[in-house]
């Protein structure tokens, strides 16, 4: 794999679905060099991982600037710094700045743990998605790569894999089984856009 994009990485907690894009990254299955990691938490083990890896990190927090527009300026110029072409976000539970979105118009990647459109929009994100998947009785569930827009969860799919919800599932065995799928094709829609495939 001769090119790799530069991308960066969003996310606020654990990163393991990061984690999965380094090492596809890695095993030259993903045309990706990850130059930035940005988080919107001090605490967010997916900063560690980073640290591990040898990637840079930048703590992003909206509050801490006196103006809206100046923390988006300086998160603006901190992606361009770095050349960054794509963004990924892995397991982000902020909004995209509208300017970022502007900027890396369908360059913006996310995994949600259900089939969108269902059980997608505000407030729908981790176990919160897989609770109500078991309370409306469905049979089936999986994981989503999508692009991302001004709203939650709505962007272009670009791939999904289906795993059965069983009847003895809770939200923990449920979302174990949809993780294992996330990291499975997150890397292959990442790196099927950056070749132009999707």
């Known amino acids: 794999m001769n090119k790799q994009a530069n991308v960066a990485v969003f996310l606020s907690g654990g990163g393991s679905n990061f984690q999965s894009l380094i090492n596809a990254s890695k095993a030259g299955s993903l045309a990706a060099r990850f130059v930035l990691v940005v988080a919107n938490n001090d605490n967010a083990y997916g900063l560690e991982r980073a640290h591990k890896a040898g990637i840079d990190t930048f703590v992003y927090k909206v509050k801490n600037y006196p103006e809206r527009s100046e923390a988006h300026r300086d998160l603006m110029e901190i992606l361009e710094s770095y050349n960054v072409e794509y963004i990924a976000l892995a397991g982000y539970l902020k909004l995209i700045p509208e300017p970022v979105i502007k900027k890396y ?16 929009g505000k407030g729908m994100y981790g176990h919160r998605v897989h609770e109500a998947i078991i309370k409306a009785g469905e049979t089936e569930s999986g994981a989503s790569i999508h692009l991302v827009d001004e709203i939650y969860d709505n962007g272009k799919i670009l791939l999904q894999k289906k795993v ?13 089984r949809v993780l294992k799928v996330e990291h499975e094709i997150y890397p292959i829609a990442l790196n099927d856009l950056i070749m132009g495939k999707r």
Do not use: C, E, Q
Request: aromatic residues 6%; charged residues 15%; proline residues 14%.
């Open 105 to 120: 118009v369908n360059r913006i990647t996310n995994v949600h743990p259900a089939l969108l459109p269902k059980y997608g």
């Open 164 to 176: 059965p919800v069983f009847s003895d599932d809770t939200p923990d065995t449920l979302a174990a």
